[in-house]
Each structure stands twice: as C-alpha cells, then as structure tokens.
C-alpha cells in the first residue's frame, strides 16, 4: 500500500492557480470564432470520409457508449 503524501497549502495554491489559468486560455480558445470556419472545413471534410459503419462507431465511441472524445464526435 502506497505511503499518502500531504501537499502543503503552497503546492495546492500554485496548482489551483494553474488549473484556474488553463481554464481561462481554454475558455478563450472556445468563444474565438478565428477557429469556426476551419473547424467547421474539417468537420465537413471526417464526416464525408467516415460514413456509418464499423471505423466511424470505433472513432466516436459508440463502443464505450458514450463519445470518446467531443473532437472525434460526429453527428
């Protein structure tokens, strides 16, 4: 059985402080619209490749039941 490490307030604070910035530059990311028309290209583009079947239901996590990931979700 793995010994239980305490992590000071120090540690917690910087970590927290992390966390709470990656949180920031993602949510950022999400409501820039520079990205939408690409990403929109793209979707066209896997959606076309990736008809129903066998690879699409392995790459949108049909298996698992639940999306794999929300980026390899298709419609």
């Known amino acids: 059985m793995a010994a239980t490490r305490f992590v000071s307030s120090k540690e917690r604070a910087l970590g927290a402080r992390g966390a709470e910035l990656a949180e920031a530059i993602v949510g950022q990311i999400e409501q820039s619209q520079s990205l939408d028309g690409f990403a929109q290209a793209l979707g ?10 066998k690879l ?9 039941g639940h999306p794999a990931h ?6």
């Open 56 to 64: 699409k239901d392995l790459v949108s996590g049909t298996w698992m």
């Open 44 to 53: 066209s583009l896997v959606s076309r490749v990736l008809q129903p079947g």
């Open 70 to 75: 929300p980026m390899l979700a298709l419609k």
